[in-house]
Structure formats: C-alpha cells, structure tokens
T-cell receptor, first 113, second 118 residues
Framework: DQQVKQNSPSLSVQEGRISILNCDYTNSMFDYFLWYKKYPAEGPTFLIS?????DKNEDGRFTVFLNKSAKHLSLHIVPSQPGDSAVYFC????????????FGKGTKLTVNP | GAGVSQSPSNKVTEKGKDVELRCDPISGHTALYWYRQSLGQGLEFLIY????????KSGLPSDRFSAERTGGSVSTLTIQRTQQEDSAVYLC????????????????FGPGTRLLVL
C-alpha cells in the first residue's frame, strides 16, 4: 500500500509559468514532508521541507503548501525555468524516532523554453 | 570528499552471483541510509545506520540482502545470489545525526549504483 502518492507521472509547463506538483499521503503519523529534485544519473537533492505544524513554507521560487485535513501537499515553482526540468519526489517522515523517508514515485517536470 | 560517493556507478552481473555496493558518506555524518529505486517506482527504504546503535534492517527485502558499516563511516551493501528483480538503482544517503544539529535534518544522497542482473 503506497503511503505517499504522486498521481501525475509527468507535467509539462512553459517557461515563466507556474509549476504545481501534487502529493497525497495516507499516514496521519507523518509530521514532516520534503521535496527532492533528481536529475538523470544523479542522486536526489533536497529542495524544500515543511513541518506539519505549518501550512506553508517558502524559499525563493519554491513554495510548499500543506493541507493536513486533506493529507495533501503541493510544490509550487514560480516562475518555472528550463533548469527546473527534473523528477520531483515527495517524501514523508514519521513522528518520534523514525528517520525513514517514505517516497512517492516522482513526477517528471519538463519546462519548455 | 564534499559529498556522498558510491561505487561502482554501474554494475552488470549474472543471476546467482553476489555483488557488493559501496557507500562513502560525508565525513562526520553519523547516520547512513540505503534506498533502492526500481524502474518506475519511488525510493524504497532498505536499511538505516545511526552511530553505534543496532541498524534498522526492516526494509531489507530478503535475507539475501545485508549491509555493514565499518568504523562508523564506509558502508557496504551485499546482495547474495542476485535475482533479476534486484535490478535497480541503489542509493546511499547520509546526514549529520539526529539530535546533533537539532530538529529534522536533510539527507544527502550519493549518485547511486545502477545494478543490472541478467
């Protein structure tokens, strides 16, 4: 059973527009959420995170929104740039001592010039 | 080195052979993870080392998989009697260590080892 779901395997947007990547989770024990970006032949790199006590976290062009009641989070990239083209993974971490990350399957973002 | 390194970058082996994958974490990081990513799937947790504590092996898919971490630094993931379904990218990640820097910490990933079992 997938605890973290990214239902869109791919997304294509025009340069300068907003990219919105979505993620749903089922485990209410998750209390920390992260987004990673992955280029081909490289390991994932951390992008932005949010604690469950917040509903928004912003870092430059990247903003993550968390809706706990809907168990949904989203990553907004604005304005999108061609260099943002990559696979984006949503990940969640449980409460307490668990440091395991549970990942979604990823969404491949393509930003067209 | 500045980041997490893994070797080999690519490994092709025959079904039934044993393979060893190596991870060099960031110097000073006490926590180390192994994940794998099969084709079209997300990252799957395998094993977690934290300092001198007993590792969390709950993600290892079978007893053919084992890992060790020598001297609290380098880690080796061993897959015995490889099967075709073991083909995946195996990723290692490290971070400073829970509690040492306060709060939640970012895991830093290596580039991965691409394993293909024929």
């Amino acid at each position: 059973d997938q605890q973290v779901k990214q239902n869109s395997p791919s997304l294509s947007v025009q340069e300068g527009r907003i990219s919105i990547l979505n993620c749903d989770y089922t485990n209410s024990m998750f209390d920390y959420f992260l987004w990673y970006k992955k280029y081909p032949a490289e390991g994932p790199t951390f992008l932005i995170s949010i604690s469950s006590i917040k509903d928004k976290n912003e870092d430059g062009r990247f903003t993550v929104f968390l809706n706990k009641s809907a168990k949904h989070l989203s990553l907004h990239i604005v304005p999108s740039q061609p260099g943002d083209s990559a696979v984006y993974f949503c990940a969640a971490r449980g409460q307490g001592g668990s440091e395991k990350l549970v990942f979604g399957k990823g969404t491949k973002l393509t930003v067209n010039p | 080195g500045a980041g997490v390194s893994q070797s080999p970058s690519n490994k092709v082996t025959e079904k039934g052979k044993d393979v060893e994958l190596r991870c060099d974490p960031i110097s000073g990081h006490t926590a180390l993870y192994w994940y794998r990513q099969s084709l079209g799937q997300g990252l799957e947790f395998l094993i977690y080392f934290q300092g001198n504590s007993a590792p969390d092996k709950s993600g290892l898919p079978s007893d053919r998989f084992s890992a060790e971490r020598t001297g609290g630094s380098v880690s080796t993931l061993t897959i015995q009697r490889t099967q075709q379904e073991d083909s995946a990218v195996y990723l290692c990640a490290s971070f400073l260590g829970r509690g040492l820097a306060g709060g939640r910490e970012t895991q830093y990933f290596g580039p991965g080892t691409r394993l293909l079992v024929l």
